[in-house]
C-alpha cells in the first residue's frame, strides 16, 4: 500500500464505501503479512515509495512465487524478482500470469529479473554504459529494474578504456543525460572515464568479469571508490538492481 491507495482507504471510509471493519482488515496486513517462510513487507511502498523486491538466491521457486502472489494482490506498484533461476521464473510466471521475464531466454546457467505492474512512464534520460559485451547480464538487470520504476533507460553497449574512441563517439549522450550507470569490470576504469566527462549523477556498478588480478570484481569495486573524478557513487559488485534503486532515488 503506498501513500496513494492510504488516502483513498481513508477517503473511503470517510464517505462510508467502506465500513471501518473492512479498513481495519486491510490495514492489519499493512506493516507485513506472515507466510511462515518470509514476512512481505507491506509497509517499504508508504516508506520509500517502491515496493519489496523478491531476491531469489536461497528461495525455493514455491517461496519466490508464494512472495510475489503474495506482493500482486496486497502491494502497490511494480513487482520485481531479480537473479531468478529458470526453475524460479517458470513458477513466479504459472502462478502469477502477466509477468515479463528479462532476458527473455534463459540459457544454461543465466539468471532473470522478473517484472508485473511496471509504474507509469516518468521523466529521466538515463543513459546505461558498459564498459564490454560481458557486462550485459548486469546490464540487463539494471535495465529491466529502470524500466519497472517507470523509466525508459538507452543502453551504450562495449565502449571500455581499450577502445575510448567508442565511447567519445557517443559523447552528446552523456551530455544529455540526467543520470548515467556505469558498468564495468576488469579494472574499472571506465566508472572514472565518464564520471570526469558528464555532469549527470553517476552510479557505477563493478562487475566481476576479468583475469586472477581482478579478484571477481573486488579490483573494480576499488578502484571506482578511489575515483578522482568527484561525486561518483558505487554499488556492490554485480548489483545491477542496486544502482537503479539508486538512481530512482536519485530522481525523485
Given at each position: 500500500?503506498?501513500?496513494?491507495?492510504?488516502?483513498?482507504?481513508?477517503?473511503?471510509?470517510?464517505?462510508?464505501?467502506?465500513?471501518?471493519?473492512?479498513?481495519?482488515?486491510?490495514?492489519?496486513?499493512?506493516?507485513?503479512?506472515?507466510?511462515?517462510?518470509?514476512?512481505?513487507?507491506?509497509?517499504?511502498?508508504?516508506?520509500?515509495?517502491?515496493?519489496?523486491?523478491?531476491?531469489?538466491?536461497?528461495?525455493?521457486a514455491?517461496?519466490?512465487?508464494?512472495?510475489?502472489?503474495e506482493?500482486l494482490?496486497?502491494?502497490?506498484?511494480?513487482?520485481?524478482?531479480?537473479?531468478?533461476?529458470?526453475?524460479?521464473?517458470?513458477?513466479?510466471?504459472e502462478?502469477?500470469?502477466?509477468?515479463?521475464?528479462?532476458?527473455?531466454?534463459?540459457?544454461?546457467?543465466?539468471l532473470?529479473?522478473?517484472?508485473?505492474?511496471?509504474?507509469?512512464?516518468?521523466?529521466?534520460?538515463?543513459?546505461?554504459?558498459?564498459?564490454?559485451?560481458?557486462?550485459?547480464?548486469?546490464?540487463?538487470?539494471?535495465?529491466?529494474?529502470?524500466?519497472?520504476?517507470?523509466?525508459?533507460p538507452?543502453?551504450?553497449?562495449?565502449?571500455?578504456?581499450?577502445?575510448?574512441?567508442?565511447?567519445?563517439a557517443?559523447?552528446?549522450?552523456?551530455?544529455?543525460?540526467?543520470?548515467?550507470?556505469?558498468?564495468?569490470?576488469?579494472?574499472?576504469?571506465?566508472?572514472?572515464?565518464?564520471?570526469?566527462?558528464?555532469?549527470?549523477?553517476?552510479?557505477?556498478?563493478?562487475?566481476?568479469?576479468?583475469?586472477?588480478?581482478?579478484?571477481?570484481?573486488?579490483?573494480a569495486?576499488?578502484?571506482?571508490?578511489?575515483?578522482?573524478?568527484?561525486?561518483?557513487?558505487?554499488?556492490?559488485?554485480?548489483?545491477?538492481?542496486?544502482?537503479?534503486?539508486?538512481?530512482?532515488r536519485?530522481?525523485?
Amino acid at each position: 500500500m503506498d501513500k496513494l491507495e492510504l488516502r483513498c482507504l481513508l477517503d473511503d471510509v470517510t464517505t462510508g464505501a467502506i465500513s471501518p471493519d473492512e479498513a481495519v482488515a486491510r490495514l492489519h496486513r499493512l506493516p507485513f503479512a506472515e507466510l511462515g517462510y518470509a514476512k512481505v513487507d507491506h509497509h517499504r511502498a508508504l516508506r520509500q515509495g517502491r515496493p519489496e523486491v523478491v531476491y531469489g538466491p536461497g528461495k525455493t521457486a514455491s517461496q519466490c512465487a508464494g512472495i510475489v502472489a503474495e506482493l500482486l494482490e496486497h502491494a502497490g506498484g511494480p513487482v520485481l524478482v531479480t537473479r531468478a533461476t529458470p526453475a524460479q521464473a517458470a513458477a513466479c510466471l504459472e502462478r502469477c500470469p502477466g509477468g515479463e521475464q528479462h532476458p527473455r531466454h534463459l540459457e544454461e546457467g543465466r539468471l532473470a529479473t522478473l517484472t508485473w505492474r511496471p509504474a507509469p512512464a516518468r521523466p529521466g534520460r538515463i543513459l546505461v554504459c558498459t564498459a564490454g559485451t560481458a557486462d550485459l547480464p548486469v546490464a540487463e538487470e539494471c535495465m529491466a529494474t529502470l524500466r519497472a520504476y517507470g523509466f525508459g533507460p538507452s543502453l551504450l553497449a562495449d565502449c571500455g578504456v581499450a577502445g575510448v574512441h567508442r565511447l567519445l563517439a557517443s559523447v552528446d549522450e552523456l551530455f544529455e543525460a540526467d543520470a548515467v550507470v556505469v558498468i564495468a569490470g576488469m579494472e574499472g576504469a571506465l566508472a572514472s572515464v565518464v564520471g570526469g566527462l558528464t555532469p549527470a549523477p553517476v552510479v557505477a556498478v563493478p562487475t566481476s568479469v576479468g583475469y586472477g588480478a581482478a579478484l571477481e570484481g573486488v579490483t573494480a569495486l576499488l578502484a571506482m571508490l578511489s575515483s578522482c573524478a568527484a561525486g561518483v557513487s558505487v554499488v556492490g559488485i554485480d548489483n545491477g538492481y542496486g544502482a537503479a534503486a539508486a538512481i530512482a532515488r536519485l530522481l525523485a
